[in-house]
């Protein structure tokens, strides 16, 4: 989690002591401290949180805890939150504008747009609701007038869709400034989704009614393993 955190600021992502993370354990969740720089936090600053809110080590948690906790309580499809005030992302976030599929690469996070919840104070519970209206159905959004949250299965797959969200945004604002861009369909963002599903799923992205798909050579599909008997080649 120190790594990471350190990470979001090497990438650009998170400057300062802005932004958290927190991951699901046994016995709750880690999230980060308050108010301690990257470069300084160690793992013994991390703070050990149960859903009631209860914490326990030498630092306090993270002022944004709810949102944490709240995200993490109801999604038990994911493990990590990440929330980070990258600049683009930010400059959408503070027009309160909605990410729409100018961009296949929107459904990276779920579905056909990247939603921005509504203001609310930071730490409040107001912000924890807000944020969990904004992502239900996706893996990231954007915070009204504040930054963005991005979730994953792990650290790493949360950090990269962080870092995606804040490309998008970039791409936006830049597209933005010649007019407003064209929008995919509905139709085609389905298949969008479904293909980058059959991506995860390990699944090369080969399209109904395309007669080169790729396929395997004879040679390895005899002498390589199958999905069957590996169950490590679906993770």
Same mark, same amino acid.
């Given at each position: ?6 990470? &979001? ?14 991951? =699901? ?8 401290p ?14 050990? &949180? ?9 630092r *306090?948690?993270?002022?944004?805890? =709810? ?5 993490? /309580? ?14 683009? @992302?930010?400059?959408?976030? #503070? ?9 296949y &690469?929107?459904a %990276? ?5 990247? =939603?921005?919840? =509504?203001?609310?104070?930071f ?14 159905? *996706? ?7 504040h ?7 792990? +650290? ?17 604002v830049?597209?933005? $400034?010649?007019?407003?861009? !064209?929008? +995919? ?5 389905? /298949? %969008?989704?479904?293909? &980058? ?6 699944? @090369?992205?080969?399209?109904?009614g %395309?007669?080169?798909?790729?396929? !395997?050579? #004879?040679?390895? #599909?005899?002498?390589?393993? $199958? ?6 080649? +679906?993770?």
């Amino acid at each position: 989690m120190v790594a990471t955190c350190r990470r &979001m600021n090497e990438t650009g992502i998170n400057q300062g002591t802005a932004g958290n993370i927190s991951l =699901r354990n046994p016995m709750g969740f880690l999230i980060t401290p308050t108010s301690l720089p990257y470069d300084h936090m160690q793992p013994g600053d991390l703070v050990q &949180m149960d859903f009631d809110g209860r914490y326990e080590g030498e630092r *306090r948690p993270s002022s944004e805890w =709810r949102f944490h906790r709240d995200i993490l /309580r109801s999604r038990t499809d994911i493990d990590c939150v990440l929330h980070c005030h990258s600049v683009y @992302a930010t400059t959408l976030a #503070v027009h309160h504008k909605t990410i729409p599929s100018f961009h296949y &690469m929107t459904a %990276v996070a779920g579905g056909t747009t990247i =939603r921005c919840a =509504r203001y609310a104070t930071f730490g409040t519970q107001a912000l924890s609701d807000a944020a969990l209206e904004a992502l239900e159905d *996706r893996l990231a959004c954007l915070l009204g007038q504040h930054g963005q949250i991005s979730l994953g299965r792990t +650290l790493s797959s949360a950090l990269a869709l962080a870092v995606e969200v804040e490309t998008l945004s970039r791409l936006y604002v830049q597209a933005l $400034t010649l007019g407003d861009p !064209p929008i +995919l369909p509905d139709d085609e963002m389905a /298949r %969008v989704i479904q293909q &980058m599903k059959n991506m995860s799923y390990g699944q @090369a992205p080969d399209l109904d009614g %395309v007669n080169d798909a790729a396929r !395997p050579r #004879v040679s390895d #599909v005899k002498s390589g393993p $199958t999905f069957g008997s590996d169950a490590s080649l +679906l993770e």
